[in-house]
């Protein structure tokens, strides 16, 4: 939902006009119409403010995001010794050898 949505959804649920929310605020109706047609954006504080004018109160959170790391692999390879590491990097390090072989070089002057 953008900001001008949810400030219109807000202002309508109240009852409210553009122009009255505008007078309440102190602005133009055309501003408030400018907001909620995502044509401006409004700072934090102002949105807040607006808001909290018609009678709710902007509530904002954060989530952890899924930064698609497998954090249990990455407990257990800091589990294992230097060398069990090592030993699995070189496996895989042949197995991507075997699945992308080097293009062999052309030999010139020969």
Same mark, same amino acid.
């Given at each position: 939902m953008s900001v001008g949505e949810l400030l219109k959804e807000a202002r309508?649920?109240?009852?409210?006009?553009?122009?009255?929310?505008?007078i309440r605020a102190g602005t133009t109706q055309s501003a408030i119409s400018r907001i909620e047609?995502?044509?401006?954006? &409004?700072?934090?504080?102002?949105l807040r403010e607006l808001l909290r004018l018609v009678g709710e109160d902007l509530v904002l959170?954060?989530?952890?995001?899924?930064a698609g790391v497998d954090v249990s692999l990455v407990r257990r390879r800091l589990s294992e010794t230097t060398a069990e590491r090592l030993d699995l990097?070189?496996?895989m390090t042949n197995q991507f050898?075997?699945?992308? &072989?080097? &293009?062999?070089?052309?030999?010139?002057?020969r």
């Open positions: 309508k649920r109240h009852g409210l006009s553009q122009k009255r929310l505008a047609r995502d044509r401006v954006s &409004p700072s934090v504080d102002t959170g954060s989530e952890r995001r899924d990097a070189t496996a050898l075997e699945f992308n &072989p080097r &293009p062999k070089r052309p030999e010139f002057g």
